[in-house]
């Protein structure tokens, strides 16, 4: 869980610690503190609300995941009320009531983090430290610790990234599970297999469908109630603004046995579609959230002034303020994207035999015990979320972590 | 070229009234300074001017065209003003060319060639002709106001507006700027409306100077007028210095006599405004340059022995903290001269320069 949530408070912090005048921290040492002081008493202190609502959110996500608990808890020996939530409402006998009553005490849980989440973040916009002036940050000096830092990175890179992606890879290559290593139980038949089985490509095409439309109606509706929140205020688009981050506090597990047993008398049932609106529910608070960032970065003199130009409100917001949030709105694309990707809580209660996805198959595989083809399928997914991430590098020169980190932070 | 006019004008925020009824008259090739604290109705007021904002009660008319009133308002594309915002609003996107362009474009009527021809008129009018391809950010505060005040231009409105165009510059470059706009202004001969809360800008750019207060009027009148008349302390204490001391009228005076004052802590003053009754509390008001540093005051109107309590050298002249009595005065002396602290003087304030204010009791 550590490993899998590292990366979301980097990008939740790394905002404000980039936005952090850091003449701040050179006053302080112009005081007489050394590094190590400037770092405890004025650094970390600034970015304490942005640290805290990092802390929370992880907390958050933790609460609502279920599948890393799921495969490892399980044999473990320990649970969590998620994966019991799972266990009640998918294994035989179902527990209706009981997995009902567990998702409303995750519900209120989770709640109160998001709750607590606001009111910490509220708090950090009085440390308003982020100028209009550029001003460049300077890297801080490590001296004789960096083997030590690097050291510290390098390991964490080691158990986060390569031994993980290391054993999927090998074991997507194997033919059984075995204790040893030797050329024999080599074979790419998993791959071979995954593009000739009918309904693994039929996943992959659904995957991939989904997460392009959900991506793209997170944009443009997360963008227009932002747009609307914020430069049209009044109660209702601050309403509207605040109903549709409030997704953020459902756990995707909750979320996907409400739309079930709301949708499952609906013809909605048993589609594709079903999905898309868990997906987009979902992630359309992470689209609000982070274009209302990217909208409130853009002054409203550069739209006045384009109407004073003589363009009709349309036109500014379509050759002023659409380009100039353009890398914002592409980061959230593929965020959502490879979110959706990714997505299995919600879609596990949704899915169909006519709507399968391939975090589902994965799912499927595992539990079935055939690790290695789902391990192949995994080799898939991650590499068509890397080729995401450098495609978006590449074509958009967005550096999404960057922008992503600008804008959650 | 159009002048502009506001009958009656009111913007109310929710409870809160930004901007309580002001009357205005803006002749044709008119530059009007808006001039007063923050908060005054003054950035409120020009933005209703062009359109960015809807008034609550009372008209704007651009010439004959009524452009706002209650419920009503021409969007502000189509009212022909240009406008200078103070964070220059130039956008980052585009290079200087394009983003002087941008307007033109809009317009379908003007031909291609006919639409360089302008940008570069534009851009040599503001000193900018070397710069027309470079990027936004590859230019100096200054320089992105300069594109600014061409993008404004460039489409030759009826109206110019600024909202404080030179308070994100360095000071040295803010004077110069100052001039520039003044001279550009004159040149063009557009009507304009400029919004600022510096009252040295206001004097050097006005033909007239309108100072709010409170989203009132406080005082319409030259830079001149205000400076040397003004209507009530906040105009005097808001444009320049000035030193202000309670007291009463003690004689009215008249065509050929002087008014006489009793200060609140007894000495009487002579002031040569008069026709305020006997028995007015009032402000007495004299500017420092006005207070007189003598040797000896023996026998003068308005002399007083006193004592230097602090004498600052300024440059082109003296900053001199004078003591007397109770009453601490501010003199500006120049050229500068130098008093040892302590010494004792004589101080003269002259008649003419005594002004009596009406005290008005809510300050």
């Known amino acids: 869980m550590?490993?899998?949530?590292?990366?979301?408070?980097?990008?939740?912090?790394?905002?404000?610690?980039?936005?952090?005048?850091?003449?701040?921290?050179?006053?302080?040492?112009?005081a007489g503190a050394t590094t190590l002081q400037t770092l405890a008493k004025i650094t970390l202190p600034m970015s304490l609300p942005?640290?805290?609502?990092?802390?929370?959110?992880?907390?958050?996500?933790?609460?609502?995941?279920?599948?890393?608990?799921?495969?490892?808890?399980?044999?473990?020996?320990?649970?969590?009320?998620?994966?019991?939530?799972?266990?009640?409402?998918?294994?035989?006998?179902?527990?209706?009531?009981?997995?009902?009553?567990?998702?409303?005490?995750?519900?209120?849980?989770?709640?109160?983090?998001?709750?607590?989440?606001?009111?910490?973040?509220?708090?950090?916009?009085?440390?308003?430290?982020?100028?209009?002036?550029?001003?460049?940050?300077?890297?801080?000096?490590?001296?004789?610790?960096?083997?030590?830092?690097?050291?510290?990175?390098?390991?964490?890179?080691?158990?986060?990234?390569?031994?993980?992606?290391?054993?999927?890879?090998?074991?997507?290559?194997?033919?059984?599970?075995?204790?040893?290593?030797?050329?024999?139980?080599?074979?790419?038949?998993?791959?071979?297999?995954?593009?000739?089985?009918?309904?693994?490509l039929s996943a992959l095409w659904n995957t991939i469908f989904l997460a392009v439309l959900a991506g793209v109606a997170c944009v443009a509706i997360g963008f227009l109630i932002s747009l609307l929140e914020i430069r049209m205020a009044n109660p209702a688009t601050r309403m509207l603004a605040f109903l549709s981050v409030l997704p953020v506090a459902v756990p995707g597990i909750v979320y996907g046995i409400g739309l079930l047993w709301t949708y499952v008398q609906t013809p909605l049932y048993g589609t594709i579609w079903i999905l898309l609106v868990a997906y987009v529910a979902k992630f359309l608070p992470y689209g609000v959230i982070v274009s209302r960032s990217g909208i409130l970065q853009i002054h409203p003199e550069l739209e006045e002034s384009a109407r004073m130009s003589g363009a009709s409100p349309w036109r500014a917001l379509s050759a002023i303020t659409i380009p100039l949030v353009q890398p914002t709105l592409i980061a959230i694309l593929f965020f959502v994207v490879l979110q959706s990707i990714k997505e299995l809580s919600a879609s596990l209660f949704l899915y169909t035999e006519n709507s399968q996805v391939l975090s589902v198959l994965t799912w499927h595989y595992m539990d079935a015990g055939d690790y290695q083809f789902a391990a192949a399928i995994g080799v898939v997914q991650t590499v068509i979320m890397i080729g995401l991430v450098i495609a978006t590098r590449a074509v958009f020169r967005v550096r999404l972590e960057t922008a992503l980190g600008k804008e959650l932070g | 070229?159009?002048?502009?006019?506001?009958?009656?004008?009111?913007?109310?925020?929710?409870?809160?009234?930004?901007?309580?009824?002001?009357?205005?008259?803006?002749?044709?090739?008119?530059?009007?300074?808006?001039?007063?604290?923050?908060?005054?109705?003054?950035?409120?007021?020009?933005?209703?001017?062009?359109?960015?904002?809807?008034?609550?009660?009372?008209?704007?008319?651009?010439?004959?065209?009524?452009?706002?009133?209650?419920?009503?308002s021409v969007p502000p594309e189509r009212r022909g003003i240009g406008m200078v915002f103070q964070s220059y609003a130039v956008w980052p996107h585009m290079t200087v060319t394009e983003n002087v362009a941008f307007g033109l474009k809009l317009n379908r009527d003007i031909p291609r060639a006919d639409i360089a021809a302008r940008v570069r008129g534009a851009l040599e009018l503001v000193g900018l002709g070397a710069l027309a391809e470079r990027g936004i950010s590859q230019l100096s505060g200054g320089q992105q106001q300069r594109v600014a005040l061409a993008r404004a231009v460039v489409l030759e409105p009826k109206v110019l507006l600024f909202d404080e165009p030179l308070s994100n510059l360095d000071a040295k470059l803010r004077e110069r700027m100052r001039f520039e706009l003044r001279a550009l202004q004159q040149r063009l001969g557009i009507t304009s409306i400029y919004v600022t809360h510096d009252q040295q800008e206001a004097m050097v750019i006005a033909d007239?100077?309108?100072?709010?207060?409170?989203?009132?009027?406080?005082?319409?009148?030259?830079?001149?007028?205000?400076?040397?008349?003004?209507?009530?302390?906040?105009?005097?204490?808001?444009?320049?210095?000035?030193?202000?001391?309670?007291?009463?009228?003690?004689?009215?005076?008249?065509?050929?006599?002087?008014?006489?004052?009793?200060?609140?802590?007894?000495?009487?003053?002579?002031?040569t405004n008069t026709g305020l009754p006997a028995?007015?509390?009032?402000?007495?008001?004299?500017?420092?340059?006005?207070?007189?540093?003598?040797?000896?005051?023996?026998?003068?109107?308005?002399?007083?022995?006193?004592?230097?309590?602090?004498?600052?050298?300024?440059?082109?002249?003296?900053?001199?903290g004078i003591r007397l009595g109770e009453l601490r005065?501010?003199?500006?002396?120049?050229?500068?001269?130098?008093?040892?602290?302590?010494?004792?003087?004589?101080?003269?304030?002259?008649?003419?320069?005594?002004?009596?204010?009406r005290a008005q009791t809510e300050d």
């Open chain 1, 2 to 30: 550590f490993l899998f949530f590292c990366p979301f408070v980097y990008l939740f912090t790394i905002g404000s610690l980039r936005a952090m005048d850091t003449s701040l921290e050179e006053a302080a040492r112009a």
């Open chain 2, 1 to 72: 070229m159009t002048g502009v006019r506001l009958e009656n004008m009111v913007k109310r925020y929710g409870s809160t009234t930004a901007v309580d009824g002001i009357d205005l008259d803006i002749a044709e090739g008119e530059l009007l300074v808006l001039l007063g604290p923050s908060g005054c109705g003054k950035t409120t007021t020009l933005r209703c001017i062009a359109g960015l904002e809807d008034v609550s009660d009372g008209r704007i008319l651009m010439g004959d065209r009524v452009v706002s009133s209650a419920g009503f």
């Open chain 2, 279 to 320: 028995g007015t509390a009032v402000d007495v008001m004299c500017r420092p340059e006005h207070v007189r540093i003598i040797p000896d005051g023996t026998g003068r109107e308005n002399s007083f022995r006193a004592q230097i309590e602090e004498s600052v050298f300024l440059g082109n002249l003296s900053d001199v």
């Open chain 2, 329 to 357: 005065l501010r003199s500006q002396v120049s050229p500068a001269a130098a008093w040892p602290a302590a010494s004792d003087v004589w101080v003269q304030l002259p008649p003419e320069n005594v002004l009596l204010l």
């Open chain 2, 208 to 271: 007239r100077v309108v100072l709010m207060h409170g989203g009132k009027i406080a005082q319409i009148g030259s830079p001149q007028e205000i400076y040397n008349r003004p209507a009530s302390l906040f105009a005097a204490e808001f444009i320049g210095l000035t030193n202000a001391i309670r007291g009463e009228v003690v004689s009215a005076g008249g065509a050929s006599e002087s008014a006489h004052v009793r200060l609140h802590n007894g000495l009487m003053l002579t002031s």
């Open chain 1, 50 to 200: 942005a640290i805290l609502a990092a802390g929370l959110l992880v907390f958050i996500l933790c609460m609502e995941t279920y599948t890393i608990p799921g495969i490892i808890g399980s044999t473990a020996g320990f649970t969590t009320l998620p994966w019991q939530i799972f266990q009640d409402s998918s294994s035989v006998p179902v527990h209706r009531a009981h997995a009902a009553a567990a998702a409303t005490l995750l519900l209120l849980i989770t709640i109160t983090g998001v709750w607590l989440q606001r009111r910490l973040t509220r708090t950090s916009e009085k440390f308003v430290t982020v100028g209009g002036k550029g001003f460049r940050g300077r890297p801080l000096q490590l001296g004789a610790y960096r083997w030590f830092a690097t050291a510290l990175v390098a390991l964490y890179v080691l158990a986060a990234d390569v031994l993980p992606f290391g054993a999927l890879l090998l074991s997507s290559v194997m033919k059984y599970s075995a204790p040893t290593i030797n050329a024999q139980i080599f074979t790419l038949k998993h791959f071979a297999a995954f593009f000739t089985t009918p309904n693994m």
